[in-house]
């Protein structure tokens, strides 16, 4: 007998959440309402990305947290012992073991398997709020297909900086259809978001919306023919493993302008790492 | 006959959580067959079928039993396992039948263009699954899978309302695989 439910929530929760998964897989990029439960955390913590994993985690999964790509923040720390606890689960840190991922606002940069699912945190998971706040209007304009205020947005954008200035959270076209917010990864991760073999689901706790992608579908990041989107990330290589392709940290390493820039995603480095030490 | 007292989950916590990992993975990745157990219904439902009932369905989604499942003994197994109100076609979030006593499928709850996820699910219970015969593409698909599909011409229809529609389970035995609206089926 344990102190908890497997998996903390109760099952009639469970159900609630599985049932909106299934449909949210089914319309990829809509958001599909559910009735989000307190968490022992704060809202803003994870609780939708945990509610999420708690409703698809089996006893044989391996779960890996990572937070703006490293495993060894609070957040991921905290969201890791919770699952260790309530569920027993075994853990990780290597992208490549794991069979579940909660992640906050990164993609790891080892391309995922078939067999894994990557569970996003999301704080706003209506791409349209900061442009309509009433969720009737996004509402509506989601069922009529009306985005031309997000593509005014964004010209807005090259009209102010000479560029689409937006640089995470960047808003993407689902399978020819719903726009999405694809939680607030750098638009460095968001063509891994395309045609991925993993199955990738989004919670959003505060807000109470779940929203999916089925593996191997069509994600598109919105631009212009004259302003094609670009993955940008820092134009420098990590000082720690060298690699030139990941996404990078700045850490300001002294009050003279030092600074160093080092990947974001800690597994990724470290493994690079220890290959390159062996 | 069977007593409505048996056959749901021995361990419902993990039980549960392993049969909606194969039902997750059957709807993210269309004709892709997963195998589900653990709980056994009244005939005729297969292992599946009420494995996928006990996952899904409690009292706050209406059940609508079509045909032969519309029986005294699988009505008290759904009450006592499930609690699941059993209402008319119209109505249901979940319906359980054989593919001949669903059409048309325009009887169920598609959605609104508000809020296409208020669709009806519907469980399809079949003779056998296997991995030949329809040409899905879509979503959650790599270049193309094969299923073997009751019909063609009614899953079209049903792909062309998207994003309305509803989506599908079949189940056979102890087998499940999923069709959801935004499979296109050739």
């Not at chain 1, 579908?217 to 004259?226: G, I, K, R």
């Not at chain 2, 079949?126 to 979503?139: I, K, N, S, V, Y």
């Amino acid at each position: 007998m344990t102190d908890y439910n497997f998996a903390y929530l109760d099952e009639q929760t469970k159900r609630m959440i599985r049932r909106a998964l299934l449909k949210a897989l089914a319309i990829p990029g809509y958001q599909v309402p559910f009735a989000s439960r307190e968490m022992p955390m704060p809202y803003g913590w994870g609780t939708g990305g945990v509610q999420v994993t708690a409703s698809v985690l089996t006893p044989e999964d391996r779960l890996k947290v990572i937070d703006q790509g490293a495993d060894d923040t609070t957040n991921a720390v905290s969201i890791r012992k919770f699952f260790e606890k309530t569920a027993q689960v075994a853990t990780t840190t290597r992208t490549t073991e794991a069979t579940v991922i909660q992640t906050r606002h990164r993609i790891p940069e080892t391309p995922l398997g078939e067999d894994q699912i990557l569970v996003y945190q999301v704080p706003i998971p209506e791409p349209l709020r900061f442009l309509e706040p009433r969720e009737t209007e996004t509402r509506r304009m989601h069922a009529l297909e009306e985005y031309g205020l997000m593509h005014v947005k964004l010209y807005e954008d090259i009209a102010r900086h000479g560029a689409i200035a937006t640089a995470y959270a960047y808003p993407v076209k689902v399978a020819g259809r719903y726009v999405m917010d694809p939680s607030p990864i750098p638009k460095f991760d968001n063509p891994k978001l395309s045609d991925c073999p993993a199955i990738q689901l989004f919670g959003a706790g505060r807000e109470q919306r779940i929203y999916a992608l089925p593996p191997y579908t069509d994600v598109v990041s919105l631009d212009f023919e004259d302003h094609p989107f670009e993955a940008s990330k820092a134009p420098h290589a990590c000082a720690l493993c060298g690699s030139g392709d990941s996404y990078l940290d700045e850490i300001v390493t002294d009050d003279a302008g030092g600074r160093m820039f080092l990947c974001s995603d800690t597994d990724y480095c470290e493994s690079r790492h220890e290959r390159g030490a062996a | 006959m069977r007593d409505a007292l048996d056959g749901g989950f021995t361990d419902a916590a993990p039980d549960a959580a392993r049969a909606f990992r194969a039902i997750l993975t059957a709807m993210a990745r269309p004709g892709q067959i997963a195998r589900v157990t653990g709980a056994t219904g009244p005939v005729p439902m297969s292992l599946a079928a009420a494995a996928v009932l006990l996952t899904l369905c409690d009292p706050t989604t209406p059940l609508h039993l079509a045909g032969r499942y519309d029986t005294d003994a699988i009505r008290a197994w759904v009450a006592f396992h499930i609690g699941a109100p059993l209402v008319g076609a119209d109505s249901a979030d979940f319906v359980l039948g054989d593919w001949a006593d669903l059409l048309p499928l325009d009887r169920f709850r598609q959605g609104s263009p508000d809020y296409p996820d208020r669709s009806a699910t519907l469980i399809v219970e079949m003779r056998e699954l296997t991995a030949e015969g329809a040409t899905l593409t879509g979503p959650g698909i790599r270049d193309s899978a094969c299923l073997s599909l009751p019909d063609r011409a009614a899953f079209r229809d049903n792909a062309t309302r998207f994003p309305l529609g509803v989506d599908f389970l079949f189940t056979a035995g102890d087998r499940v695989a999923a069709l959801p609206r935004t499979t296109q089926v050739f």
